[in-house]
């Protein structure tokens, strides 16, 4: 599972950071993985788009993402269900 702040560009940018570098680690493209935009409480302060991460996501592996509220415990618990199955 790998985690970006859905109000933060940076963050998303590490998103992709980090699945460069599994990838490169585990020499292979696909791996089990849920994408997570966390925040989406904070709807107004948006900077990533949500059709942008699903472009992202489905040029990737077509896996599962999901949007959340940590601190709203907005879809925690479906991420987690995902992870296992995945």
Sequence with gaps: MIVYDITNEQSFKEVKRLIAKIQRVKDCDVFPLVIVGN????????????????????GLWNGPFFETSAKESIRIEECFVNLIRE
């Design 39 to 58: 925040k989406c409480d904070l709807e107004k302060e948006r900077v990533i788009k949500s059709e942008d991460v699903l472009q992202y996501v489905k």
